[in-house]
Protein backbone atom coordinates (compact mmCIF):
# COMPACT_ATOMS: atom_id res chain seq x y z
CA UNK A 1 0.00 0.00 0.00
CA UNK A 2 1.66 3.26 -0.95
CA UNK A 3 0.87 6.18 1.25
CA UNK A 4 3.08 7.95 -0.74
CA UNK A 5 3.00 7.82 -5.24
CA UNK A 6 5.17 9.68 -7.64
CA UNK A 7 3.81 8.68 -10.47
CA UNK A 8 6.41 9.94 -13.24
CA UNK A 9 9.23 7.74 -12.73
CA UNK A 10 11.36 10.29 -15.02
CA UNK A 11 10.82 13.88 -16.72
CA UNK A 12 12.92 15.80 -18.57
CA UNK A 13 12.97 19.58 -18.73
CA UNK A 14 14.77 21.98 -21.51
CA UNK A 15 17.45 24.48 -19.36
CA UNK A 16 15.69 27.16 -18.09
CA UNK A 17 12.31 25.80 -18.18
CA UNK A 18 10.01 25.15 -15.73
CA UNK A 19 10.22 21.67 -13.79
CA UNK A 20 6.76 20.72 -12.23
CA UNK A 21 6.96 17.09 -10.13
CA UNK A 22 3.76 16.09 -8.77
CA UNK A 23 2.62 13.52 -5.56
CA UNK A 24 -0.43 12.44 -4.24
CA UNK A 25 -1.04 10.61 -1.14
CA UNK A 26 -3.10 8.90 0.66
CA UNK A 27 -2.78 9.46 4.51
CA UNK A 28 -4.57 12.17 6.07
CA UNK A 29 -2.32 11.97 8.96
CA UNK A 30 0.26 13.49 7.62
CA UNK A 31 1.01 16.63 8.96
CA UNK A 32 3.74 17.95 6.75
CA UNK A 33 5.15 17.21 3.43
CA UNK A 34 8.97 17.46 2.53
CA UNK A 35 10.94 17.26 -0.69
CA UNK A 36 14.37 15.29 -0.75
CA UNK A 37 17.05 15.45 -3.58
CA UNK A 38 19.43 12.57 -4.54
CA UNK A 39 22.68 12.62 -6.71
CA UNK A 40 23.84 9.42 -7.67
CA UNK A 41 26.30 7.11 -4.97
CA UNK A 42 25.19 10.09 -2.24
CA UNK A 43 22.04 10.18 0.22
CA UNK A 44 19.30 12.38 -0.28
CA UNK A 45 19.57 15.45 1.28
CA UNK A 46 16.90 18.24 2.15
CA UNK A 47 15.15 20.47 -0.01
CA UNK A 48 11.98 22.20 0.72
CA UNK A 49 9.25 21.16 3.22
CA UNK A 50 5.81 22.36 3.67
CA UNK A 51 3.09 22.44 6.47
CA UNK A 52 -0.52 20.53 5.95
CA UNK A 53 -1.88 24.10 7.26
CA UNK A 54 -0.22 25.83 4.07
CA UNK A 55 -0.99 25.35 0.55
CA UNK A 56 2.57 27.22 -0.36
CA UNK A 57 6.08 27.26 0.84
CA UNK A 58 8.84 29.03 -1.87
CA UNK A 59 13.00 29.02 -1.27
CA UNK A 60 14.51 30.67 -4.09
CA UNK A 61 13.63 28.57 -7.51
CA UNK A 62 11.60 26.37 -5.12
CA UNK A 63 8.13 26.06 -4.34
CA UNK A 64 5.63 23.16 -3.25
CA UNK A 65 2.55 23.90 -3.17
CA UNK A 66 0.00 21.78 -1.28
CA UNK A 67 -4.06 21.17 -2.11
CA UNK A 68 -5.12 19.25 0.85
CA UNK A 69 -8.76 18.58 -0.31
CA UNK A 70 -7.04 16.68 -3.61
CA UNK A 71 -3.77 14.93 -1.42
CA UNK A 72 -2.01 16.56 -4.12
CA UNK A 73 1.49 18.54 -3.97
CA UNK A 74 3.73 19.44 -6.23
CA UNK A 75 7.54 20.92 -6.35
CA UNK A 76 8.20 23.45 -9.02
CA UNK A 77 11.56 24.59 -9.92
CA UNK A 78 11.79 27.57 -12.25
CA UNK A 79 14.00 28.37 -13.90
CA UNK A 80 15.35 24.72 -13.64
CA UNK A 81 19.39 24.32 -14.33
CA UNK A 82 21.44 21.06 -15.22
CA UNK A 83 22.74 20.81 -12.02
CA UNK A 84 19.38 20.12 -10.88
CA UNK A 85 18.75 16.52 -12.33
CA UNK A 86 18.75 14.05 -9.75
CA UNK A 87 15.87 12.36 -7.95
CA UNK A 88 13.39 14.13 -6.43
CA UNK A 89 11.60 12.17 -3.56
CA UNK A 90 7.84 13.12 -2.20
CA UNK A 91 7.76 12.29 1.73
CA UNK A 92 4.94 12.86 4.24
CA UNK A 93 5.48 12.97 7.35
CA UNK A 94 2.99 11.69 10.45
CA UNK A 95 3.47 9.95 14.06
CA UNK A 96 7.44 10.78 14.06
CA UNK A 97 7.93 9.02 10.61
CA UNK A 98 8.57 9.61 6.91
CA UNK A 99 7.28 8.04 4.06
CA UNK A 100 8.88 8.20 1.00
CA UNK A 101 7.50 8.08 -2.57
CA UNK A 102 9.75 6.22 -5.14
CA UNK A 103 11.29 9.08 -6.70
CA UNK A 104 10.92 10.84 -9.81
CA UNK A 105 14.35 11.74 -11.95
CA UNK A 106 14.90 14.89 -13.04
CA UNK A 107 17.19 15.66 -16.61
CA UNK A 108 17.33 18.95 -16.94
CA UNK A 109 19.04 19.54 -21.08
CA UNK A 110 21.40 22.16 -21.31
CA UNK B 1 30.96 19.42 11.42
CA UNK B 2 31.14 16.15 9.94
CA UNK B 3 27.63 15.05 8.48
CA UNK B 4 26.13 10.93 9.09
CA UNK B 5 29.41 8.52 8.36
CA UNK B 6 28.57 4.87 7.18
CA UNK B 7 30.63 1.97 6.43
CA UNK B 8 31.17 0.36 4.70
CA UNK B 9 30.29 2.06 1.29
CA UNK B 10 30.45 -1.16 -0.63
CA UNK B 11 30.08 -4.56 0.96
CA UNK B 12 29.96 -8.25 -1.37
CA UNK B 13 29.61 -11.53 0.50
CA UNK B 14 28.08 -14.48 -0.68
CA UNK B 15 24.35 -16.02 1.23
CA UNK B 16 24.71 -17.24 4.84
CA UNK B 17 27.48 -14.95 5.69
CA UNK B 18 27.13 -11.78 8.53
CA UNK B 19 27.02 -8.49 7.39
CA UNK B 20 27.57 -5.79 9.64
CA UNK B 21 26.94 -2.04 8.78
CA UNK B 22 27.32 0.81 10.92
CA UNK B 23 26.59 4.63 11.23
CA UNK B 24 27.94 7.83 13.57
CA UNK B 25 25.46 9.95 13.31
CA UNK B 26 25.34 14.36 13.60
CA UNK B 27 26.90 14.66 17.00
CA UNK B 28 23.28 16.41 19.23
CA UNK B 29 20.94 14.36 16.90
CA UNK B 30 18.15 12.37 19.21
CA UNK B 31 16.86 10.59 16.24
CA UNK B 32 18.63 7.33 14.24
CA UNK B 33 17.06 6.13 11.22
CA UNK B 34 17.96 2.90 8.88
CA UNK B 35 16.83 2.86 5.30
CA UNK B 36 16.58 0.48 2.68
CA UNK B 37 16.39 1.58 -0.92
CA UNK B 38 15.60 -1.01 -3.69
CA UNK B 39 14.43 -0.31 -7.19
CA UNK B 40 11.29 -2.43 -6.69
CA UNK B 41 10.14 -0.98 -3.27
CA UNK B 42 11.66 2.86 -3.20
CA UNK B 43 13.04 4.18 0.56
CA UNK B 44 12.02 2.12 2.95
CA UNK B 45 12.01 2.67 7.15
CA UNK B 46 13.72 -0.44 8.61
CA UNK B 47 13.81 0.93 12.15
CA UNK B 48 14.64 3.94 14.34
CA UNK B 49 15.75 4.94 17.54
CA UNK B 50 15.36 8.17 19.72
CA UNK B 51 18.00 8.67 22.49
CA UNK B 52 19.66 5.47 21.61
CA UNK B 53 15.81 3.20 22.38
CA UNK B 54 14.64 1.38 18.88
CA UNK B 55 10.52 3.19 18.65
CA UNK B 56 9.56 1.31 15.97
CA UNK B 57 11.27 -1.61 14.24
CA UNK B 58 8.30 -2.55 12.19
CA UNK B 59 9.71 -1.90 9.05
CA UNK B 60 12.86 -5.00 9.40
CA UNK B 61 11.98 -7.18 6.88
CA UNK B 62 12.67 -10.64 9.36
CA UNK B 63 14.33 -12.10 12.13
CA UNK B 64 17.68 -12.24 10.39
CA UNK B 65 17.71 -8.17 11.00
CA UNK B 66 19.01 -7.05 13.89
CA UNK B 67 19.92 -2.74 14.34
CA UNK B 68 21.29 -1.86 18.07
CA UNK B 69 22.37 1.33 19.63
CA UNK B 70 25.05 1.09 22.11
CA UNK B 71 25.80 4.96 22.60
CA UNK B 72 24.36 8.24 20.99
CA UNK B 73 27.20 8.09 18.45
CA UNK B 74 26.95 4.49 17.25
CA UNK B 75 24.12 1.94 15.41
CA UNK B 76 24.76 -0.80 13.74
CA UNK B 77 22.40 -3.12 11.32
CA UNK B 78 23.04 -6.68 11.00
CA UNK B 79 21.78 -9.10 8.72
CA UNK B 80 22.64 -12.58 10.04
CA UNK B 81 22.57 -14.95 7.82
CA UNK B 82 22.10 -12.94 4.38
CA UNK B 83 20.57 -13.66 1.47
CA UNK B 84 20.59 -12.23 -2.13
CA UNK B 85 17.08 -10.13 -1.85
CA UNK B 86 18.88 -8.58 1.13
CA UNK B 87 21.03 -6.64 -2.10
CA UNK B 88 20.28 -2.96 -1.78
CA UNK B 89 21.30 0.54 -0.49
CA UNK B 90 21.00 0.72 3.14
CA UNK B 91 21.32 4.38 4.33
CA UNK B 92 21.78 5.91 8.03
CA UNK B 93 20.29 9.31 8.47
CA UNK B 94 19.54 11.35 12.04
CA UNK B 95 17.78 14.27 12.79
CA UNK B 96 16.85 16.74 15.86
CA UNK B 97 13.41 15.81 15.08
CA UNK B 98 11.99 13.20 12.64
CA UNK B 99 11.16 15.44 10.08
CA UNK B 100 14.60 17.23 8.07
CA UNK B 101 16.56 13.90 7.98
CA UNK B 102 20.50 14.13 7.38
CA UNK B 103 21.60 10.92 5.41
CA UNK B 104 24.43 9.22 4.94
CA UNK B 105 26.05 8.58 1.71
CA UNK B 106 25.03 4.58 2.32
CA UNK B 107 26.08 1.08 2.48
CA UNK B 108 25.54 -0.47 -0.79
CA UNK B 109 25.41 -4.61 -0.09
CA UNK B 110 25.47 -7.01 -2.54
CA UNK B 111 24.95 -10.70 -1.50
CA UNK B 112 25.84 -13.36 -4.61
Known amino acids: DQQVKQNSPSLSVQEGRISILNCDYTNSMFDYFLWYKKYPAEGPTFLISISSIKDKNEDGRFTVFLNKSAKHLSLHIVPSQPGDSAVYFCTGAGSYQLTFGKGTKLSVIP | DAGVIQSPRHEVTEMGQEVTLRCKPI?????LFWYRQTMMRGLELLIYFNNNVPIDDSGMPEDRFSAKMPNASFSTLKIQPSEPRDSAVYFC??????????FGEGSRLTVL
Open chain 2, 27 to 31: SGHDY
Open chain 2, 93 to 102: ASSFYPGELF
